[in-house]
Every structure is written in structure tokens, then in C-alpha cells.
DNA sequence: GACAGTAGGTACCTACAGGAAAGTGAGCCT
DNA sequence: AGGCTCACTTTCCTGTAGGTACCTACTGTC
């Protein structure tokens, strides 16, 4: 954890924000997820996969996880043309982070039991 | 839409998806490293702090954050009154992961020059 | 009586992310 | 000569998250 220099970003308030956007932005986690744990894909065994991602859309988070250097595109000019993505060294060091995140999941039950509590809590008494 | 499908969500490939919606949605990642690293905040304070939120977004994801019981919301009926918002235990679970984040972002220069590079080779040949 | 401060609530509006659907181009199959 | 596959691209359209602005109740202070 090095120190960043000054003050970063007082509008954030939080050093882990920039890492957040770039990592846990909207359908890149099921991609990271998947091009890590499955090892290369093409584009359609993307899609396949993710069944609820359209196609553009996928080409969109594709594109910038390789410009942020997380996935890597490969292109072979075939007469079916075949693309695979695979995950960087980059992407690979945020193994110990979904690792992290797999562990924490054993809570969901608490937040969902968490959740019933305060529906129900909410329902007689009036707030405050 | 109440599907009752025996595999679990096959739409998310990634069991991961569920904690990140939980824990890394919008504005939600400042308010809790603001809770977990600076202690009990009143509204204002969260406020002044992340200086871009709302306060109507803010009490929204305040609210969020109580109900999933990530934070806790003391009431105190004093003639202004006076809210305050701790973070909760299963909060401060999360604690490991954020340091992780942090660690992290020591890549973030090594994103930057990847969108440079990236950006660099792209301007120069046609892409493939 | 005007105003400030607190912790929001509410109504309205806009921008943009994302969905749907069709198109593209090159070649191989039959 | 049409159909197929792949990896997108383009156009159009909608939903909704979030922003702006104003409102509440209460009291102490000027």
C-alpha cells in the first residue's frame, strides 16, 4: 500500500475507487471471472456463457478490459474469423481479489437474512 | 420472471456477481471506506466528505447499505436531530477486501500505460 | 420574524447505458 | 447461387439512475 502523493481525488474520499471502476464495472466481472477460471475464449463461447450479455455490449467491456490491459485479443485471419481472449498477467493478479470476494460470499445469507429483518422491521412500527 | 430453475443462474457464469452488486455498487464503495477508516459519520459529514454525492443519492444508499446490514443507523431524537451511521460487523468483514483493493491499485500505472500503448497502437495501422 | 442548521422527502427532468434487430464481409459447403 | 458461420458494427429506442430544486419540522439566535 504505498501512500499516493497529496491529496488524491478529495471528491472520492476513497484511494480504491479508480481500482473498483476499472475492475467491477458493469458485465466485467462475469468476463474477468470467466477468461480466468475457464482459461481462453472465443467470442461466442463469451457470449454463450454469459447468456444475458448482447453482443455489443460485449464487444464494448471487451475492448476496454484490453485497452486496461486485463484481457488480451488475439485475432487469427481465418475464413471464419477467429478472435480469442485470454486473461493477462495483469488480469491474473486480481485472482487473489475474486478469491477474496468467493470467500466473502458465505455472507449472503446474513445480508439476505439482514434484508427480511429490516422488511420486516420496516412494516409495523413507523420510522423514525 | 419466477422461474424456479434448478442451476443457479446460469445468466451470471460467476458466483462472485451477487457480492460485487452488494458491496461495489454506485457511490456505495466511498461511504463504506469513509465508515471503515474514519469511524461513525453523521449525514453532513458523509456528505462534506464525498463531496460529488447528492444527498438525495446518499440517503438512498444509505438506506441500501442498512437494510443489507452493512451499516448501522442510530436515530437520535435531540432538537436537531442527529443521524448517525457506523459501520456493522458483517461491514467491517469486508475490511480484507478493501486492503486488497488497495494493494491493488498499485497496478493503476501499469493500466494507464496499457491505455496509452493501446491508444498509441491503435491511432497508427488499421485495426484488424 | 427571519434565518440557519439537521436529516432528509418529493417532484420533475435529463443523459446515457444498455437492449433489439438487422447488416457486413469473406469464404467454404452443397 | 443461396446459406452458413464468425465477429462484430450500426441504428434506433427505452429505462432508469442520478441531478436540480424545493419542501418539511423543530428550535435557538439575531
Known amino acids: 500500500m504505498t501512500e499516493t502523493t497529496a491529496e488524491v481525488a478529495p471528491e472520492l474520499a476513497c484511494p480504491i475507487a479508480p481500482v473498483v471502476d476499472i475492475v467491477f464495472s458493469r458485465w466485467t466481472t462475469p468476463i474477468l471471472w470467466s477468461l480466468n477460471e475457464y482459461g481462453r475464449h472465443r467470442f461466442v463461447e ?3 456463457r454469459i447468456t444475458t450479455i448482447t453482443p455489443k455490449v460485449l464487444t464494448q467491456r471487451l475492448r476496454q478490459l484490453e485497452r486496461d490491459g486485463l484481457v488480451v485479443r488475439t485475432y487469427h485471419p481465418e475464413v471464419p474469423p ?3 481472449y485470454e486473461i493477462s498477467a495483469l ?6 481479489l475474486f478469491a477474496a470476494l468467493a470467500e466473502w460470499s458465505v455472507n449472503l445469507d446474513v445480508v439476505e437474512q439482514a434484508r427480511q429483518d429490516y422488511d420486516a422491521r420496516d412494516r409495523a412500527p413507523h420510522r423514525t
Do not use: C, F, T
Open 91 to 96: 488480469g491474473r493478479s486480481l485472482a487473489p
Open 82 to 84: 477467429r478472435v480469442e
Open 46 to 48: 463469451l457470449e454463450r
